[in-house]
């Protein structure tokens, strides 16, 4: 073998199935070998003593997007990717929004002009479809699947971006015939609005207010049916952002019974709480999201749904609104909770809490934390081909973290575009200190070490159904999957 260009050396490697202590050697981007004595390299990174671990992917992230209110996010392409890079991250998967009357060529000609020339790690996108017209379901989902774009998102709510029943159905067809993942936002809109304008006609605009708007029922009915109609469909669906015990154990029983389902939660439902919106003024506002934030007793529920693998996802959810008149307070000082934008960054901290929380406190598996990171998300998403794992043949996409480094969480040590934090003042121990993005050191000891475009857009790979459930022979159930027959 010739001169490798990057060796590892004396690091254990922690794979989402296994681990053993080796080097490894990169060369052309790729992991060329494993093992000892592998041969020269031009540079070396010792890692004794730490850990050597897939490069991650967050595939639920919101980059340089206009929300349906007009609302574009803080983070760019290059402010997001930065920050996702220090957070231990080689690759990511943001949204290409949709907004009515778009066609889904033009949008997705839009996210590659924003994100080619700025993001610094790898990148595809999911879309989001909100006008599904004849020519979007005919024409141009299939041409974007055709691009690598093989997972798409919908909404079971938000007056603007929402898709009905019967939508759905059309869309999961669609979906099922190219081999495409369907993401679902599942909440039920009547219940939100029912329940908002009760609240707002007796005076509750608070944002504390905006828990109890988004009742608990809304999202456990709304993935109940998101789960039927795909299973009558008999295509793969992943309920994201998870943060009720009911809507996991909708999960878990859809799986259990042999449906096509994943699930996806994110830290905000694991380490933060309702009262956190209950602050003086509108400071609440900044931990608004949707679906909301629940107590105490439901985040350990949602620990012990990461911990037994009803979810298969752990992902930021990075809506990154700035505290001002361009994010949080677009519609005044003193918004409704109904007109705050919703969402909170994370981007950069979704890994070191789950390590600090979950590995460093046994709650998961140095194993669990690796698959959680990039294997399941590679997978899932049609990229195990190139991303996940450290494997001889795949991309260069590594973290090497020092499990015993200790920092408090404080916003002016974060590389986003915003201007707080919601988990300022944790105390996290175990923190990626390199980041190497197909071979090249993208972060070392605190420094960005790449340029700004250095990042490759990901062609993904139709989603693999095989060995998943739902595959029954008709004569053996000829009431289930009854509709994937009449495509």
Excluded at 155 to 163: Q, W
Excluded at 344 to 372: C, M, Q, T, W
């Amino acid at each position: 073998m010739s001169k490798l260009d990057l060796l590892i050396r004396g690091g254990r490697i922690v794979n989402a199935g296994d681990s053993f202590r080796s080097d490894i050697g990169i060369k052309d981007g790729t992991i060329a070998a494993i093992g000892a004595e592998i041969g020269p390299a031009r540079r070396i990174i010792e890692a004794d003593g730490r850990l050597v671990l897939p490069g991650g992917i967050e595939a639920h992230c919101h980059i340089e997007q206009e929300s349906s209110g007009g609302i574009m996010t803080a983070d760019d392409y290059y402010s997001g990717s930065v920050s996702a890079a220090f957070g231990g991250n080689t690759c990511f998967v943001p949204f290409a929004a949709q907004h009515r009357g778009q066609s889904l060529g033009d949008v997705l000609n839009t996210y590659h002009e924003r994100a080619a020339p700025k993001s610094v790690i790898d990148y595809s996108f999911h879309l989001i479809v909100s006008d599904p017209t004849e020519k979007v379901l005919n024409e141009e989902l299939p041409a974007a699947f055709a691009r690598g774009i093989t997972s798409f998102k919908i909404f079971m709510t938000y007056d603007k971006l929402i898709i009905d029943d019967s939508q759905m159905l059309e869309i999961l067809a669609v979906a099922r015939q190219h081999g495409a993942l369907t993401m679902v936002h599942a909440e039920n809109n009547a219940m939100i609005k029912w329940m908002s304008g009760r609240l707002e006609e007796r005076g509750y605009g608070e944002p504390r207010f905006h828990a109890p708007s988004h009742p608990r029922a809304a999202e456990s009915e709304a993935i109940n049916r998101a789960v039927e109609l795909a299973t009558f469909i008999d295509t793969p669906v992943l309920i994201v952002h998870v943060s009720t015990e009911e809507g996991a154990r909708r999960i878990a029983d859809a799986r259990y019974a042999g449906h096509k389902v994943f699930g996806e939660t994110c830290p905000q439902y694991m380490f933060l709480e309702a009262r956190d919106m209950d602050l003086p003024d509108v400071e609440g506002a900044k931990f608004c999201c949707s679906p909301p934030l629940r107590d105490k007793a439901t985040q350990q529920k949602i620990w012990r749904a990461l911990q037994n693998g009803t979810f298969q996802m752990y992902s930021s959810d990075h809506a990154p609104y700035r505290f001002d008149e361009t994010g949080k307070l677009s519609a005044g000082s003193k918004p409704s909770f109904t007109r705050v934008a919703n969402g909170v960054p994370g981007i950069e901290l979704r890994l070191p809490l789950l390590f600090s929380e979950g590995v460093n406190k046994g709650r998961i598996s140095l194993h669990h934390f690796a698959a959680l990171a990039a294997a399941n998300a590679a997978r899932i998403y049609g990229m195990d081909h190139r991303k996940g794992s450290i494997t001889e043949g795949k991309d260069a996409d590594i973290a090497i973290w020092d499990p015993q480094l200790t920092r408090v969480v404080s916003h002016a040590d974060l590389h986003d575009n915003m201007d707080y934090t919601p988990y300022e003042g944790m105390k996290l121990t175990g923190w990626p200190v390199t980041v190497i993005r197909r071979g090249q050191i993208v972060v070392h000891d605190g420094a960005l070490c790449v340029e700004r475009g250095s990042g490759e857009f990901i062609v993904r790979r139709p989603i693999d159904t095989t060995g998943m459930p739902g595959k029954l022979a008709p004569e053996l159930d000829p009431a289930r999957n009854f509709g994937a027959r009449l495509l």
